[in-house]
Protein backbone atom coordinates (compact mmCIF):
# COMPACT_ATOMS: atom_id res chain seq x y z
CA UNK A 1 0.00 0.00 0.00
CA UNK A 2 1.38 3.57 -0.56
CA UNK A 3 0.08 6.12 0.58
CA UNK A 4 -1.97 9.56 -0.79
CA UNK A 5 -0.67 11.70 2.27
CA UNK A 6 1.46 12.48 4.47
CA UNK A 7 -0.83 11.51 7.57
CA UNK A 8 -1.56 8.36 6.68
CA UNK A 9 2.43 7.77 6.20
CA UNK A 10 2.86 8.68 10.07
CA UNK A 11 0.37 6.32 10.86
CA UNK A 12 1.84 3.46 9.32
CA UNK A 13 5.02 4.47 10.75
CA UNK A 14 4.34 4.89 13.81
CA UNK A 15 2.99 1.01 13.64
CA UNK A 16 6.43 -0.41 12.63
CA UNK A 17 8.20 1.53 15.07
CA UNK A 18 9.45 4.00 12.73
CA UNK A 19 8.22 7.26 14.28
CA UNK A 20 8.46 9.19 17.66
CA UNK A 21 5.80 11.67 19.02
CA UNK A 22 7.41 14.57 20.99
CA UNK A 23 4.37 15.66 23.30
CA UNK A 24 6.47 17.78 25.23
CA UNK A 25 7.24 21.39 24.09
CA UNK A 26 10.38 22.06 21.96
CA UNK A 27 11.61 25.05 20.31
CA UNK A 28 11.62 26.07 16.76
CA UNK A 29 14.77 27.70 17.25
CA UNK A 30 17.46 25.10 16.96
CA UNK A 31 15.97 23.17 19.47
CA UNK A 32 13.82 20.42 16.75
CA UNK A 33 16.64 20.80 14.32
CA UNK A 34 19.13 19.59 16.42
CA UNK A 35 16.94 16.48 17.83
CA UNK A 36 16.49 15.74 14.31
CA UNK A 37 19.82 15.97 13.58
CA UNK A 38 21.51 13.63 16.47
CA UNK A 39 18.21 11.18 15.63
CA UNK A 40 19.34 11.41 11.72
CA UNK A 41 23.20 10.11 12.83
CA UNK A 42 21.98 8.05 15.33
CA UNK A 43 19.81 5.95 12.10
CA UNK A 44 16.52 6.70 14.72
CA UNK A 45 12.67 7.51 13.48
CA UNK A 46 11.17 9.96 12.17
CA UNK A 47 9.99 12.33 14.63
CA UNK A 48 6.49 13.97 15.10
CA UNK A 49 7.14 17.29 17.45
CA UNK A 50 3.48 17.97 18.17
CA UNK A 51 3.81 21.49 20.16
CA UNK A 52 6.40 23.89 19.10
CA UNK A 53 7.13 27.46 21.38
CA UNK A 54 5.46 30.04 20.47
CA UNK A 55 2.65 28.44 18.03
CA UNK A 56 -0.77 27.04 18.72
CA UNK A 57 -1.50 23.23 18.98
CA UNK A 58 -2.02 21.85 15.56
CA UNK A 59 0.96 23.21 14.39
CA UNK A 60 3.45 19.97 13.99
CA UNK A 61 6.59 19.28 12.58
CA UNK A 62 7.87 16.08 11.05
CA UNK A 63 11.58 15.87 10.55
CA UNK A 64 13.47 13.43 8.58
CA UNK A 65 10.32 11.96 6.96
CA UNK A 66 12.01 9.93 4.76
CA UNK A 67 16.13 9.49 6.14
CA UNK A 68 16.24 5.31 6.62
CA UNK A 69 16.11 2.96 3.76
CA UNK A 70 13.13 1.11 6.17
CA UNK A 71 10.91 4.18 5.57
CA UNK A 72 11.72 4.57 2.23
CA UNK A 73 10.03 0.90 1.75
CA UNK A 74 6.99 1.67 4.03
CA UNK A 75 6.86 4.49 1.78
CA UNK A 76 6.58 2.12 -2.00
CA UNK A 77 4.30 0.14 0.51
CA UNK A 78 7.25 -2.94 1.11
CA UNK A 79 8.53 -4.77 4.20
CA UNK A 80 10.44 -2.67 6.45
CA UNK A 81 13.49 -5.00 6.40
CA UNK A 82 13.97 -4.62 2.60
CA UNK A 83 17.31 -4.48 1.44
CA UNK A 84 18.72 -1.91 -0.79
CA UNK A 85 19.04 -4.00 -4.02
CA UNK A 86 15.52 -4.84 -3.81
CA UNK A 87 14.21 -1.24 -2.77
CA UNK A 88 16.39 -0.19 -5.90
CA UNK A 89 15.03 -2.64 -8.27
CA UNK A 90 11.28 -1.81 -7.17
CA UNK A 91 12.14 1.98 -7.81
CA UNK A 92 13.35 1.39 -11.18
CA UNK A 93 10.77 -1.21 -12.34
CA UNK A 94 7.81 1.04 -10.80
CA UNK A 95 9.47 4.17 -12.90
CA UNK A 96 9.39 2.01 -16.13
CA UNK A 97 5.82 2.76 -16.13
CA UNK A 98 4.89 6.32 -15.33
CA UNK A 99 1.09 7.10 -14.64
CA UNK A 100 -0.32 11.00 -15.40
CA UNK A 101 -1.59 12.43 -13.30
CA UNK A 102 -5.80 13.72 -12.57
CA UNK A 103 -7.02 17.14 -12.05
CA UNK A 104 -9.07 17.87 -8.74
CA UNK A 105 -11.78 20.31 -8.00
CA UNK A 106 -11.52 20.16 -4.30
CA UNK A 107 -8.31 19.14 -2.60
CA UNK A 108 -7.68 19.22 1.18
CA UNK A 109 -4.54 21.89 0.64
CA UNK A 110 -7.18 24.15 -0.11
CA UNK A 111 -9.21 24.22 3.34
CA UNK A 112 -7.62 26.96 4.63
CA UNK A 113 -6.94 29.92 2.12
CA UNK A 114 -4.88 33.32 2.97
CA UNK A 115 -4.31 36.26 0.69
CA UNK A 116 -3.57 39.96 1.11
CA UNK A 117 -2.18 41.08 4.40
CA UNK A 118 -3.44 37.76 5.85
CA UNK A 119 -0.60 36.64 4.09
CA UNK A 120 2.20 35.52 6.71
CA UNK A 121 4.65 32.73 6.38
CA UNK A 122 6.13 33.54 9.97
CA UNK A 123 2.02 31.72 10.89
CA UNK A 124 3.94 28.75 10.55
CA UNK A 125 6.87 27.05 12.95
CA UNK A 126 9.51 27.11 9.95
CA UNK A 127 12.29 26.40 12.03
CA UNK A 128 16.24 27.51 12.10
CA UNK A 129 17.32 24.06 11.85
CA UNK A 130 21.09 24.52 12.05
CA UNK A 131 23.47 26.84 14.21
CA UNK A 132 24.96 29.55 11.64
CA UNK A 133 22.01 29.01 9.50
CA UNK A 134 21.17 32.34 7.74
CA UNK A 135 17.13 32.16 9.09
CA UNK A 136 14.77 30.63 9.10
CA UNK A 137 13.86 27.34 6.51
CA UNK A 138 10.08 26.83 5.48
CA UNK A 139 10.71 24.63 2.95
CA UNK A 140 13.83 22.11 3.32
CA UNK A 141 11.54 18.72 1.85
CA UNK A 142 9.28 20.22 -0.68
CA UNK A 143 8.56 20.84 -3.93
CA UNK A 144 9.05 23.99 -5.98
CA UNK A 145 6.38 24.08 -9.23
CA UNK A 146 7.63 25.96 -12.10
CA UNK A 147 6.54 25.71 -15.83
CA UNK A 148 8.69 26.41 -19.17
CA UNK A 149 6.97 29.28 -20.88
CA UNK A 150 8.07 27.45 -24.63
CA UNK A 151 7.07 24.06 -24.11
CA UNK A 152 5.15 24.03 -21.33
CA UNK A 153 6.93 21.33 -19.40
CA UNK A 154 6.72 21.47 -15.55
CA UNK A 155 9.49 20.64 -13.71
CA UNK A 156 9.34 19.95 -9.69
CA UNK A 157 12.79 20.60 -7.74
CA UNK A 158 13.76 20.60 -4.54
CA UNK A 159 15.52 24.36 -3.73
CA UNK A 160 15.66 25.32 -0.28
CA UNK A 161 13.63 28.38 0.87
CA UNK A 162 14.94 30.62 3.56
CA UNK A 163 12.26 33.24 5.16
CA UNK A 164 13.41 37.23 4.75
CA UNK A 165 9.81 38.40 6.04
CA UNK A 166 6.09 37.69 6.14
CA UNK A 167 5.73 37.63 2.20
CA UNK A 168 9.51 36.91 0.99
CA UNK A 169 12.00 34.38 0.56
CA UNK A 170 14.95 33.09 -0.67
CA UNK A 171 15.53 30.14 -2.80
CA UNK A 172 18.64 28.70 -3.85
CA UNK A 173 18.66 27.95 -7.40
CA UNK A 174 21.23 27.77 -9.37
CA UNK A 175 21.55 28.62 -13.23
CA UNK A 176 22.75 24.74 -13.76
CA UNK A 177 19.42 23.31 -12.21
CA UNK A 178 16.26 22.59 -14.08
CA UNK A 179 14.40 25.03 -12.32
CA UNK A 180 17.45 27.83 -13.40
CA UNK A 181 17.75 27.08 -16.36
CA UNK A 182 13.76 27.71 -17.12
CA UNK A 183 13.86 30.97 -15.08
CA UNK A 184 17.18 33.02 -15.98
CA UNK A 185 16.78 33.13 -19.82
CA UNK A 186 13.16 32.96 -20.02
CA UNK A 187 12.37 35.92 -16.53
CA UNK A 188 15.30 37.00 -15.12
CA UNK A 189 16.89 38.15 -18.55
CA UNK A 190 14.20 39.72 -19.36
CA UNK A 191 13.89 40.82 -15.83
CA UNK A 192 9.92 39.79 -15.69
CA UNK A 193 8.21 37.55 -12.58
CA UNK A 194 7.58 33.79 -13.06
CA UNK A 195 4.59 31.84 -11.51
CA UNK A 196 5.71 29.64 -8.93
CA UNK A 197 4.20 27.21 -6.63
CA UNK A 198 5.58 25.66 -3.53
CA UNK A 199 4.34 22.25 -1.74
CA UNK A 200 5.63 21.35 1.22
CA UNK A 201 4.47 18.48 3.36
CA UNK A 202 3.46 16.09 0.03
CA UNK A 203 2.94 12.57 0.32
CA UNK A 204 6.48 10.64 0.36
CA UNK A 205 6.94 9.43 -3.04
CA UNK A 206 6.03 12.87 -4.09
CA UNK A 207 8.39 14.06 -2.03
CA UNK A 208 11.17 11.58 -2.96
CA UNK A 209 10.64 12.67 -6.86
CA UNK A 210 11.00 16.37 -6.17
CA UNK A 211 14.33 15.48 -4.86
CA UNK A 212 15.38 12.96 -7.87
CA UNK A 213 17.15 13.68 -11.06
CA UNK A 214 15.20 13.10 -14.11
CA UNK A 215 15.76 14.27 -17.72
CA UNK A 216 14.98 17.19 -18.52
CA UNK A 217 11.37 17.65 -20.12
CA UNK A 218 10.59 14.44 -17.93
CA UNK A 219 7.76 14.51 -15.39
CA UNK A 220 8.56 14.31 -11.65
CA UNK A 221 4.71 14.17 -11.27
CA UNK A 222 4.60 11.06 -14.08
CA UNK A 223 7.14 9.18 -11.88
CA UNK A 224 5.36 10.02 -8.29
CA UNK A 225 2.12 8.13 -10.29
CA UNK A 226 4.24 4.53 -11.24
CA UNK A 227 5.60 4.84 -7.68
CA UNK A 228 2.86 5.03 -6.12
CA UNK A 229 1.15 2.60 -8.61
CA UNK A 230 -2.11 4.95 -8.82
CA UNK A 231 -2.56 8.75 -10.33
CA UNK A 232 -1.60 11.55 -8.66
CA UNK A 233 -4.03 13.59 -7.85
CA UNK A 234 -3.52 17.43 -8.55
CA UNK A 235 -5.38 20.79 -7.56
CA UNK A 236 -5.21 24.22 -9.80
CA UNK A 237 -3.44 27.18 -7.84
CA UNK A 238 -5.88 29.73 -6.88
CA UNK A 239 -3.52 32.48 -8.20
CA UNK A 240 -1.75 30.59 -11.60
CA UNK A 241 -2.73 27.41 -13.64
CA UNK A 242 0.19 25.40 -12.13
CA UNK A 243 -1.01 22.42 -10.31
CA UNK A 244 0.25 21.06 -6.85
CA UNK A 245 -0.84 17.60 -5.25
CA UNK A 246 -4.18 18.19 -3.68
CA UNK A 247 -3.23 16.69 -0.31
CA UNK A 248 -0.35 19.00 0.14
CA UNK A 249 0.35 20.26 3.75
CA UNK A 250 1.09 23.62 2.60
CA UNK A 251 1.27 25.70 -0.29
CA UNK A 252 2.98 28.90 -1.08
CA UNK A 253 1.50 30.37 -4.26
CA UNK A 254 3.23 33.52 -6.12
CA UNK A 255 6.29 34.46 -8.31
CA UNK A 256 9.86 34.47 -8.21
CA UNK A 257 10.94 37.66 -9.17
CA UNK A 258 13.83 39.03 -11.66
CA UNK A 259 16.22 40.36 -8.97
CA UNK A 260 18.91 38.86 -6.21
CA UNK A 261 19.04 39.03 -2.20
CA UNK A 262 21.49 37.51 0.10
CA UNK A 263 20.45 33.73 1.08
CA UNK A 264 22.21 31.14 3.45
CA UNK A 265 24.21 30.17 4.96
CA UNK A 266 22.92 26.51 5.50
CA UNK A 267 23.72 23.07 6.55
CA UNK A 268 23.64 21.36 2.77
CA UNK A 269 23.36 17.97 1.92
CA UNK A 270 27.49 17.16 1.09
CA UNK A 271 27.95 17.68 5.31
CA UNK A 272 29.28 20.26 5.33
CA UNK A 273 27.74 24.67 6.38
CA UNK A 274 27.10 26.25 2.81
CA UNK A 275 27.70 29.67 2.42
CA UNK A 276 25.76 32.98 2.00
CA UNK A 277 25.57 34.02 -1.74
CA UNK A 278 22.88 36.19 -3.90
CA UNK A 279 19.76 34.14 -5.27
CA UNK A 280 16.29 34.99 -6.63
CA UNK A 281 13.83 36.17 -4.43
CA UNK A 282 10.17 34.39 -4.14
CA UNK A 283 7.22 37.04 -3.36
CA UNK A 284 4.46 35.06 -1.72
CA UNK A 285 1.16 35.91 -2.80
CA UNK A 286 -1.49 32.98 -1.53
CA UNK A 287 -1.43 30.72 1.11
CA UNK A 288 -3.67 27.33 1.11
CA UNK A 289 -2.96 24.57 4.13
CA UNK A 290 -4.71 21.72 5.51
CA UNK A 291 -6.15 22.00 8.65
CA UNK A 292 -3.39 21.69 11.71
CA UNK A 293 -1.12 21.71 9.09
CA UNK A 294 1.93 19.50 9.56
CA UNK A 295 5.89 20.81 8.45
CA UNK A 296 8.21 18.63 7.29
CA UNK A 297 11.85 19.43 8.12
CA UNK A 298 15.29 17.80 6.61
CA UNK A 299 18.04 18.14 8.85
CA UNK A 300 20.29 18.32 6.33
CA UNK A 301 24.21 17.40 7.17
CA UNK A 302 26.38 14.50 7.45
CA UNK A 303 24.78 11.34 6.24
CA UNK A 304 22.44 9.74 6.71
CA UNK A 305 19.45 11.99 5.95
CA UNK A 306 16.66 12.31 3.77
CA UNK A 307 18.23 13.49 0.73
CA UNK A 308 21.12 10.83 1.17
CA UNK A 309 18.47 8.10 0.82
CA UNK A 310 16.28 9.91 -1.78
CA UNK A 311 19.48 10.92 -4.25
CA UNK A 312 20.71 7.82 -3.97
CA UNK A 313 18.63 5.19 -5.19
CA UNK A 314 17.01 7.76 -8.22
CA UNK A 315 20.79 8.59 -8.93
CA UNK A 316 22.20 5.08 -9.15
CA UNK A 317 18.94 4.33 -11.13
CA UNK A 318 20.00 7.16 -13.71
CA UNK A 319 23.04 6.70 -14.15
CA UNK A 320 22.64 2.64 -14.84
CA UNK A 321 19.98 3.99 -17.63
CA UNK A 322 22.61 6.28 -19.13
CA UNK A 323 25.21 3.96 -18.87
CA UNK A 324 22.76 1.17 -21.00
CA UNK A 325 21.88 3.72 -23.28
CA UNK A 326 25.65 4.50 -24.27
CA UNK A 327 26.26 0.11 -24.84
CA UNK A 328 28.30 -0.33 -21.49
CA UNK A 329 26.95 -3.67 -20.28
CA UNK A 330 26.12 -2.65 -17.09
CA UNK A 331 25.11 -5.00 -14.22
CA UNK A 332 24.22 -2.25 -11.33
CA UNK A 333 24.64 0.77 -9.71
CA UNK A 334 25.13 1.61 -5.87
CA UNK A 335 25.59 5.18 -4.49
CA UNK A 336 26.13 4.31 -0.72
CA UNK A 337 24.25 7.13 0.85
CA UNK A 338 27.00 7.31 3.36
CA UNK A 339 29.01 8.89 0.44
CA UNK A 340 26.40 12.16 0.27
CA UNK A 341 25.60 11.24 -3.04
CA UNK A 342 29.70 11.82 -4.05
CA UNK A 343 30.35 7.84 -5.27
CA UNK A 344 28.78 5.81 -7.25
CA UNK A 345 30.02 2.13 -7.44
CA UNK A 346 29.57 0.34 -11.35
CA UNK A 347 29.44 -3.32 -11.62
CA UNK A 348 29.84 -4.83 -15.28
CA UNK A 349 30.74 -7.50 -17.64
CA UNK A 350 33.49 -7.80 -18.68
CA UNK A 351 36.49 -5.17 -17.91
CA UNK A 352 39.54 -2.95 -19.26
CA UNK A 353 40.38 0.01 -20.15
CA UNK A 354 38.12 0.88 -22.91
CA UNK A 355 35.12 0.44 -21.04
CA UNK A 356 36.36 2.22 -18.06
CA UNK A 357 36.85 5.56 -20.81
CA UNK A 358 33.30 5.00 -21.48
CA UNK A 359 32.38 4.82 -18.05
CA UNK A 360 33.96 8.37 -17.94
CA UNK A 361 33.05 9.94 -20.50
CA UNK A 362 29.31 8.86 -19.72
CA UNK A 363 28.82 8.63 -16.17
CA UNK A 364 26.57 11.67 -14.96
CA UNK A 365 26.90 13.97 -12.09
CA UNK A 366 23.94 16.48 -12.76
CA UNK A 367 22.06 16.58 -9.40
CA UNK A 368 24.36 14.27 -7.91
CA UNK A 369 27.43 16.09 -7.10
CA UNK A 370 31.00 15.25 -8.36
CA UNK A 371 31.39 11.78 -8.63
CA UNK A 372 34.17 9.41 -7.37
CA UNK A 373 32.69 6.21 -9.65
CA UNK A 374 34.18 2.68 -8.60
CA UNK A 375 34.17 0.67 -11.69
CA UNK A 376 34.33 -3.52 -11.17
CA UNK A 377 33.38 -6.83 -11.94
CA UNK A 378 30.01 -8.28 -11.91
CA UNK A 379 31.52 -11.09 -9.56
CA UNK A 380 32.00 -7.88 -6.43
CA UNK A 381 28.46 -7.10 -4.36
CA UNK A 382 27.98 -3.98 -4.73
CA UNK A 383 25.76 -3.55 -2.18
CA UNK A 384 28.99 -5.28 0.45
CA UNK A 385 31.42 -2.18 0.95
CA UNK A 386 33.51 -4.71 2.46
CA UNK A 387 33.92 -6.27 -0.75
CA UNK A 388 33.90 -2.74 -2.52
CA UNK A 389 36.74 -1.92 -0.61
CA UNK A 390 38.79 -5.09 -1.09
CA UNK A 391 38.51 -5.06 -5.02
CA UNK A 392 39.22 -1.38 -5.17
CA UNK A 393 42.51 -1.72 -3.13
CA UNK A 394 43.73 -5.24 -5.13
CA UNK A 395 42.46 -4.37 -8.48
CA UNK A 396 42.86 -0.53 -9.34
CA UNK A 397 46.38 0.06 -10.50
CA UNK A 398 47.66 3.37 -9.06
CA UNK A 399 48.39 5.09 -12.70
CA UNK A 400 46.59 3.22 -15.17
CA UNK A 401 43.75 2.46 -13.21
CA UNK A 402 42.68 5.95 -12.80
CA UNK A 403 40.81 7.93 -15.49
CA UNK A 404 40.22 12.16 -14.62
CA UNK A 405 37.67 14.05 -16.25
CA UNK A 406 38.14 17.22 -16.04
CA UNK A 407 35.53 20.56 -16.59
CA UNK A 408 32.29 18.53 -16.43
CA UNK A 409 28.93 20.53 -14.92
CA UNK A 410 29.67 21.24 -11.13
CA UNK A 411 27.24 21.08 -8.14
CA UNK A 412 27.96 24.34 -5.90
CA UNK A 413 27.29 22.55 -2.93
CA UNK A 414 30.43 20.48 -3.39
CA UNK A 415 33.11 21.73 -1.07
CA UNK A 416 36.31 21.29 -2.75
CA UNK A 417 35.58 23.05 -5.33
CA UNK A 418 37.56 26.12 -6.25
CA UNK A 419 35.50 29.60 -6.13
CA UNK A 420 36.38 30.00 -10.17
CA UNK A 421 34.96 26.50 -10.20
CA UNK A 422 31.86 26.97 -8.23
CA UNK A 423 31.33 30.80 -10.32
CA UNK A 424 31.25 28.96 -13.75
CA UNK A 425 29.26 25.52 -12.97
CA UNK A 426 32.48 23.59 -13.31
CA UNK A 427 33.03 20.45 -11.32
CA UNK A 428 35.31 17.26 -11.97
CA UNK A 429 34.79 12.80 -11.94
CA UNK A 430 37.52 10.37 -11.45
CA UNK A 431 36.52 7.20 -12.39
CA UNK A 432 38.80 3.98 -10.15
CA UNK A 433 38.79 0.88 -12.74
CA UNK A 434 38.84 -2.04 -10.41
CA UNK A 435 38.40 -4.76 -12.79
CA UNK A 436 40.86 -7.76 -14.38
CA UNK A 437 42.83 -6.57 -17.14
CA UNK A 438 41.53 -6.91 -20.58
CA UNK A 439 44.08 -9.49 -21.43
CA UNK A 440 43.53 -11.88 -18.75
CA UNK A 441 41.34 -15.05 -19.12
CA UNK A 442 39.26 -16.78 -16.30
CA UNK A 443 41.38 -20.06 -16.67
CA UNK A 444 44.63 -18.97 -16.87
CA UNK A 445 44.85 -15.49 -14.97
CA UNK A 446 41.99 -14.51 -12.84
CA UNK A 447 42.38 -16.17 -9.15
CA UNK A 448 39.89 -17.49 -7.03
CA UNK A 449 39.13 -15.11 -4.10
CA UNK A 450 39.37 -17.14 -0.93
CA UNK A 451 36.22 -16.30 0.78
CA UNK A 452 34.05 -18.65 2.19
CA UNK A 453 31.47 -18.76 -1.49
CA UNK A 454 34.49 -19.06 -3.59
CA UNK A 455 36.81 -21.18 -1.96
CA UNK A 456 35.82 -24.59 -0.80
CA UNK A 457 33.48 -27.12 -2.71
CA UNK A 458 29.92 -27.38 -2.35
CA UNK A 459 30.01 -30.40 -0.25
CA UNK A 460 31.37 -28.19 2.64
CA UNK A 461 30.00 -25.05 2.51
CA UNK A 462 26.34 -27.05 3.11
CA UNK A 463 27.80 -29.25 5.70
CA UNK A 464 29.31 -25.98 7.43
CA UNK A 465 26.18 -24.21 7.25
CA UNK A 466 24.06 -27.30 8.62
CA UNK A 467 26.15 -27.44 11.19
CA UNK A 468 26.39 -23.89 12.12
CA UNK A 469 24.46 -23.68 15.18
CA UNK A 470 25.65 -27.22 16.40
CA UNK A 471 29.26 -25.16 16.64
CA UNK A 472 27.36 -22.85 19.67
CA UNK A 473 27.57 -20.14 16.63
CA UNK A 474 24.77 -18.03 16.06
Known amino acids: MTFNDNRRFIEALEKTGDLARIRGEVDWDLEAGAIVRRVNEQKGPALLFEKLSDYPSGFRILGGPLATYRRLSIALGLSPETHPREIQSEYERRTENPISPVLVG ?37 AVIMKDPDTAWVNWGMYRLMVFNRHHTGIDLHYGSHGGKIFFPNYFAPKKPMPMAVAIGMDPLCSLMAASYVKRGQS ?25 PA ?36 RVEAITHRHEPILPMSSVGMPIEDSGICMTIPGAVAIKRRLEENGVPVVDVFVPPETASHMAIVSIKGSGSKLADVVARHTISRGLGELKVMLVNDDVDIFDLDQV ?4 VTKCHPVRGIRVVEHGQGVPLTPFLSNAERAAGKGARVVFDCTWPADWTEEADIPPRASFNDIYPPEIKEKVLRRWRSYGLK
Open 247 to 282: HTEIVLEGKLLPFMAVEGPFGEFPGYRHGMAPHPVF
Open 106 to 142: KAPCQENVLTGKDVDLCRFPAPMIHGGDGGRYIATWH
Open 389 to 392: YHAF
Open 220 to 244: EVNYAGGLRGKPVELVKCLTSDLLV
